[in-house]
């Protein structure tokens, strides 16, 4: 994966691309951390959200990596194939977006709705994968607020409800220090002899940084809030009455 990064990373220098990782490897990165988890899924490709202009610099982005001979063309437009055949998703945002979609027509159309990459963006926070590669990765509530939307948009990916039930599980054993320090008022408000005591409260702490994030689209923080009342899953309502605060 570092090779990989590495060339990412590369790349996006030489074109003046800002970028950050989501997904499998962005969960597993900030919930490794607690000794008891242990990957539950092996993922077979790697997910970079890259800020570009319009899809004439998202191509350059492509033909550069592909130049260096390690990379090929899939026949989706936002996937590479790494030599030994593991993917590489490319997720555009940023000025390429319309109505927080991302509409590609090379090699073939291609629409990608995922608004909220480019609110990620200033959020990431910055990781020394080895002495060499340093990339970016988004904040665990970011990967809940993109797990929510591509549950919305497919709502058979069963899959984003478990990591998300999982991230707030163990949200607090990342968290302790700053819940204690920032959300005090979030743990005496709730009961604490509840046995789910600190996954409300982390999972409340979770809506209430959405909410922040969520504070220059008002629109697509209506699409969350609506997300999280049509469903009744396990601490969605303590997220809700964190992100509505």
Excluded at 24 to 49: F, G, M
Aim: glycine content about 4%.
């Amino acid at each position: 994966m570092e090779e990989i990064l590495s060339q990412v990373s590369s790349a996006c220098r030489e074109l003046g691309v800002d970028f950050y990782l989501v997904g499998a490897v962005a969960r597993d990165y900030h919930l490794s951390r607690d000794e008891s988890y242990t990957p539950k899924r092996i993922t077979a490709d790697i997910d970079v959200v890259v800020v570009v202009a319009d899809e004439k610099q998202f191509i350059a982005l492509k033909e550069q990596l592909i130049s260096k001979g390690e990379f090929r063309q899939h026949n989706e437009p936002i996937k590479l194939i790494y030599k030994d055949g593991f993917e590489l998703d490319l997720l555009p945002c940023g000025a390429i977006e319309e109505n927080g979609e991302t509409r590609l027509t090379n090699p073939k159309v291609f629409v990608l709705d995922m608004p909220g990459f480019a609110l990620l963006n200033e959020l990431a926070v910055n990781v020394q994968w080895s002495e060499n590669v340093n990339a970016r990765v988004c904040p665990l509530e970011g990967i809940v607020l993109l797990k929510l939307l591509a549950w919305d948009n497919r709502q058979e990916r069963t899959k984003d409800l478990f990591d998300i039930d999982t991230i707030i599980k163990l949200y607090f054993d990342n968290h302790s220090s700053e819940v204690y320090d920032t959300y005090y008022d979030v743990l005496v408000n709730n009961d604490s002899k509840n046995p789910d005591y600190t996954t409300v409260v982390c999972a409340e702490v979770i809506g209430i940084k959405l909410r922040a994030i969520l504070k220059p689209d008002a629109a697509l923080r209506e699409r969350v809030i609506n997300i999280l009342e049509k469903d009744e899953r396990p601490f969605w309502s303590d997220m809700l009455r964190g992100l509505k605060s």
